[in-house]
Nanobody
């Protein structure tokens, strides 16, 4: 299973650290990815991390430095730090795990991030 947490309602310019906890079968896969879905929009891929190596891969639209992805192998967790939050970052953020190559068969419930201006 995967569980995302850490969302909330913040002001523009604040930061949030979202946490994805993997357990059971979902924790056995190589990659963990983060996605978000804003109201009325399609879900979009943000970034992924390979658990063993810590190597990250970012959607080019999110590689500008506001997003940082890290993992804790001992705790089976992946953190997504979002800095300088903007109202357009308002969305449900979800984590997923998979074998790599952009395949994510296991999904957790998302966490809501709301950014007010």
């Amino acid at each position: 299973q995967l569980q995302a947490s850490g969302g909330g309602t913040v002001q523009a310019g604040d930061f949030l650290r979202l946490l994805c906890v993997a357990s059971g079968v979902a924790s056995n896969f190589a990659d963990v990815g983060w996605f978000r879905q804003a109201p009325g929009k399609e879900r979009e891929f943000l970034a992924s991390i390979t658990f063993d190596s810590g190597r990250t891969f970012f959607n080019v639209d999110f590689a500008q430095g506001r997003f940082t992805l890290t993992r804790d192998r001992a705790k089976n967790t992946v953190s997504l730090l979002i800095e300088n939050l903007k109202p357009e970052d308002t969305a449900v953020y979800t984590c997923a795990s998979g074998p790599g190559a952009g395949v994510f068969p296991y999904w957790g419930q998302g966490t809501q991030v709301t950014v007010s201006s």
